[in-house]
């Protein structure tokens, strides 16, 4: 089953999804951005979409309407816009709740989360996202569904409190361990060291964790409570304060955890 989607949004969630909804059979109506410029880059990755900075669509031939944008922009966004009769109205994000769309003009409305991190350079196999689905409409849900495994074979039905948390754990796993390669990088460099040296160990370290399971896969010197090295390794990270404590809580929250 393929259908007509309208795509609200310039980032990078509508950068991967626009192409590969294309590829997977369905028509990309409209593009929409405040910034038709980037709208326009967006329709040059697809067949025949229109670029637009208009949000009426009430002439759209679009049966599927996705807000690809910010959780800040969902609510007033979704209020805007002019919608055609029967039209489903979804969003892309993982902490903004079902019923912030029940004020819309969309006939049906539902969720559409792709649980991935996006970012224009890397690209993305859809066939490995899982995807969070809901909606309070049967024949909606299912609609999404089939729209999600034309995508890919994983997906759930999860209401927005339980997707709330998930997201909030998506960042500790994904954002947080990023920033913690980021100090690591910084660490590194700092010291004129080639990070290089250090991709084998963060390699190891989450495909041990996904492995094992991160409490089994623990190592390192909080684990081991060996308060000599924490302490060499607070005083060295001196030169940064907010490092040195974010370095002394994590230590001490491993230390807790056991």
Do not use: C
Request: charged share 25%; aromatic share 8%; no cysteine.
């Amino acid at each position: 089953m393929n259908f007509s989607i309208a795509i609200i949004g310039t980032g990078n969630v509508a950068w991967h999804l626009i192409p590969a909804l294309e590829d997977a059979g369905h028509t990309i109506t409209e593009i929409y951005g405040r910034d038709i410029e980037k709208a326009e880059q967006l329709t040059g990755r697809v067949y025949e979409a229109e670029a637009t900075d208009d949000l009426d669509f009430s002439e759209s031939k679009a049966e599927i309407f996705i807000l690809a944008v910010s959780d800040t922009a969902i609510v007033e966004l979704a209020d805007e816009l002019i919608l055609p009769e029967d039209s489903i109205l979804v969003h892309t994000s993982g902490s903004v709740s079902l019923e912030m769309l029940g004020y819309s003009s969309a006939t049906y409305t539902g969720i559409f989360y792709p649980l991935q991190t996006f970012s224009k350079g890397r690209e993305i196999d859809f066939s490995e996202v899982p995807f969070l689905l809901e909606s309070d409409d049967q024949t909606t849900l299912q609609k999404l569904q089939k729209l999600a495994k034309s995508l890919s074979p994983i997906q759930y039905v999860v209401k927005s409190k339980d997707r709330k948390a998930l997201h909030v754990a998506a960042v500790f796993a994904g954002n947080f361990t990023n920033h913690m390669i980021r100090i690591a990088e910084e660490i590194m460099n700092r010291q004129g060291l080639d990070f290089e040296m250090l991709k084998p160990l963060v390699i190891e370290a989450v495909s041990k964790s996904l492995q094992l399971g991160a409490k089994k896969a623990q190592t390192g010197p909080a684990i081991r409570e060996d308060f000599t090295t924490l302490e060499n390794h607070y005083q060295f990270l001196n030169y940064n304060e907010s490092v040195a404590e974010i370095y002394k809580l994590i230590s001490q929250d491993i230390i807790d955890s056991q």
